[in-house]
């Protein structure tokens, strides 16, 4: 056996069928596309879901909610979290700005501090908006908030 005796078993591979290419070819005609209608024209594309006529099924289940386009999104940061920052960062002024310097948010979120967790740091905060009881816990430590 060498390199030019090698070919594939007898059956192994098939000859490509080579569409639209004249009568002789077994293939021409309609191209094995059957005889009119959308499917044997080109640039033919079923919708996605299309269920052969059948109404869709997003069209057979019932509407439901909306999506109020003036709801305003916050990212929500614990005071657990703020101590984790000022910890890790040193960040005595926790600003939008500061936040997203150190990656924490991204550029247009909105913060709001929640009072979960513990504070023992003297932080200021600047923040979009914020509970009561984590306002009374910063301030308690001699901290100061400004609402933006």
Known sequence: MELHNLKPAKGSTKKRKRIARGQGSGHGGTATRGHKGAKSRSGYKRKRNFEGGQMPLQMRLPKRGFKNPNRVEYVPLNLG???????????????????????????????KILGNGSLDAKVNVTANAISETAKSKIESLG????IV
């Open 81 to 111: 979290r703020l101590q984790e920052i000022h910890d890790k960062y040193n960040l005595t002024d926790v600003t939008p700005e500061a936040l997203y310097e150190n990656r924490i948010i991204s550029k247009n979120d909105k913060i």
């Open 143 to 146: 901290g100061t908030v400004t």
